[in-house]
Structures are given as structure tokens and as C-alpha cells.
């Protein structure tokens, strides 16, 4: 079933969990995605990026999603991530999205805020909720570039959702995008992320949040990816982050890289094979395996 992000979080924010938004570029990425969220009986996120709507095309991707959520008993969002183009967002406002990403974060405080209440004013009117950023998480991923990391402020995070009315607040606690998300070991600022929770009461979302995990890593790289120094945020940073606040993580490296890793596979082993669905058969697999590996972790499992 279709629903609001605003449902969804408020539910996990109560409840001490998140919720997971995966990223869909097309049929079989989605379907692997539901087929883990139904099997754990989850609520899911599932956001279309503006590179993903330029590679797919907006119709494409909102009809599929939405027709899982007809299909489906599961709750289903659907998501604009990382929206910076407004025309783009008219269009899926338009197309039925159930929740909206505004993303001013590269521009100074004001400015970010003055457009992203215009985006509030805008989606409000059809009872959209909208998720906005402030600060900014560093990284590169599909069009989002972002080379330096400009840490959330606590006491401008209150004042930013006050002024724009947001649903819920992207925080940079020191997480990228990308597969190399740290140099050295993970960290996380959680004692900021403790602050900003105290001072900000919608929910709170974490983006730059794969895992990269290593036995998906390794099996990529041995088939032929160069990815030796991939790391990501670990399972006991997610925790930490859920437990104080986070009520949505976005993960979308992690289905790239499984995705890759299953495709190098299969294609090394079977040199052979032409025929499209037999080769798409074990990305979807794996997917949906690393997709109920990231359920279990935000503990929406049984909550759908």
C-alpha cells in the first residue's frame, strides 16, 4: 500500500527503529527491493534519484513503484531523493510521489531555507511531507557532488525547521556518499547527532549510510572490480546513530555494489549466456539478500 514518509517515520520515531530507503534505477533493483521488505514484512522507502528519473523516465519509475504498493500489503513510500531541480519536483508532485526531497544544502543557510519553504508550501497543499538537508555529507553519487563535509550545527537545525516547516531534517554527522565514505577507520559524530536530537523533534535521516559490505566487496573485486579500499559506515555506527535519533537511512551503494558483484559472477562463469533474465537473476538475489541484511540492522522488521 502507498503511504507518506510522514507515516512511516513518525511510527519509527516512536518505535525506536528506522526505516530503510533504497534507491530504485529500474525493474529488477525494485523488485528484489520489495521482495525483501515483504519477506521481513517491513515498511519501506523506495526513492528515485534525479539521475534515476533521467535514465528510466519519471512515468517508468512512479508507475512500477506504485504498483508494487497496489500489489502489495506492505507500506511503500515513494521517494524524491536529493530533489534540487524544482521542475522536476512539480513533475512528481504531479505523478503521485508521497514524499519529497528538497535539496538546498549547497547554498548558505538563508537561501536553503527560503527555497526549501517554498517546497514545503508546495507540497503541503497535497499533503506531501518533504525532507530537506542542512549541512552537507561530502562524496559523489549519481548527480549529487559534494567534495567538502560541512557538519550539521545543533542550534541551526532547530532554527532551519522552524523556519521551513520540514517533515524531516538530513543531518551531516560525518558520513559521504560513495564507496569510500572514510579515510581510516568509520566515524561518526554521534555526540553531535545526541545534540541536534535534543533540539529538533521531526525525524531524522542519514544519508551516505552503506555498509559496503566486505564479503560483497571481495567477491566483486575478485571477478574483476577495483574496489580494494572500499569502506563504509559498520553495523554498530548504524545502531548508535538509530538509537539517537535516526529514523531513515538511505542505502543505495550497497545495491550497486551487489548488483556488480553478482553480474561479474555470473558472466565469468558463464560466458555463454545471451539470454537477459538468466543474467539478471542473481543481481536481484543478492540484492534482496543485502537488503534484508539492512532491515534486520534498522530493526523494521515485523513492523510492516
Known amino acids: 500500500m502507498l503511504v507518506t514518509?510522514?507515516?512511516?517515520?513518525?511510527?519509527?520515531?516512536?518505535?525506536?527503529?528506522?526505516?530503510?530507503?533504497?534507491?530504485?534505477?529500474?525493474?529488477?533493483?525494485?523488485?528484489?527491493?520489495?521482495?525483501?521488505?515483504?519477506?521481513?514484512?517491513?515498511?519501506?522507502?523506495?526513492?528515485?534519484?534525479?539521475?534515476?528519473?533521467?535514465?528510466?523516465g519519471l512515468k517508468y519509475l512512479a508507475g512500477m513503484i506504485k504498483t508494487a504498493a497496489h500489489e502489495n500489503k506492505i507500506p511503500i513510500v515513494l521517494h524524491l531523493d536529493h530533489g534540487k531541480d524544482i521542475s522536476t519536483i512539480k513533475k512528481c508532485i504531479k505523478e503521485g510521489y508521497t514524499s519529497v526531497m528538497i535539496d538546498a544544502s549547497h547554498y548558505d543557510f538563508d537561501r536553503n531555507a527560503s527555497i526549501t519553504k517554498k517546497v514545503v508550501a508546495m507540497c503541503h497543499k497535497r499533503g506531501i511531507p518533504?525532507?530537506?538537508?542542512?549541512?552537507?555529507?561530502?562524496?559523489?553519487?549519481?548527480?549529487?557532488?559534494?567534495?567538502?563535509?560541512?557538519?550539521?550545527?545543533?542550534?541551526?537545525?532547530?532554527?532551519?525547521?522552524?523556519?521551513?516547516?520540514?517533515?524531516?531534517?538530513?543531518?551531516?554527522?560525518?558520513t559521504s556518499h560513495g564507496v569510500y565514505k572514510f579515510k581510516g577507520n568509520a566515524n561518526m559524530d554521534i555526540k553531535r547527532l545526541k545534540e541536534i536530537k535534543a533540539k529538533v523533534k521531526v525525524p531524522l535521516v542519514?544519508?551516505?549510510?552503506?555498509?559496503?559490505?566486505?564479503?560483497?566487496?571481495?567477491?566483486?573485486?575478485?571477478?574483476?572490480?577495483r574496489f580494494e579500499d572500499a569502506s563504509g559506515v559498520t553495523d554498530s555506527q548504524i545502531k548508535q546513530a538509530i538509537k539517537n535519533g535516526i529514523c531513515k537511512v538511505n542505502t543505495d551503494t550497497d545495491l550497486r555494489l551487489s548488483f556488480t558483484a553478482a553480474e561479474r559472477e555470473f558472466l565469468a562463469k558463464n560466458p555463454m549466456e545471451f539470454d537477459p533474465r538468466k543474467i539478471l537473476k542473481p543481481a536481484k538475489e543478492l540484492i534482496q539478500k543485502t537488503v534484508e541484511r539492512r532491515i534486520r540492522l534498522f530493526g523494521s522488521d515485523g513492523k510492516g
Open 206 to 225: 542519514l544519508h551516505g549510510a552503506s555498509g559496503v559490505p566486505k564479503d560483497i566487496v571481495r567477491k566483486a573485486v575478485k571477478y574483476g572490480a
Open 130 to 174: 518533504v525532507e530537506a538537508e542542512l549541512g552537507t555529507i561530502g562524496g559523489a553519487e549519481d548527480k549529487v557532488s559534494e567534495r567538502k563535509i560541512i557538519l550539521t550545527d545543533p542550534k541551526y537545525a532547530k532554527k532551519f525547521v522552524d523556519k521551513t516547516g520540514i517533515d524531516s531534517l538530513a543531518v551531516a554527522i560525518g
Open 5 to 56: 514518509s510522514k507515516e512511516i517515520l513518525t511510527k519509527a520515531k516512536k518505535g525506536k527503529y528506522a526505516v530503510g530507503a533504497f534507491n530504485v534505477n529500474d525493474l529488477e533493483i525494485m523488485q528484489a527491493i520489495v521482495a525483501g521488505a515483504m519477506r521481513l514484512r517491513s515498511p519501506v522507502i523506495l526513492q528515485t534519484s534525479e539521475g534515476a528519473i533521467e535514465y528510466a
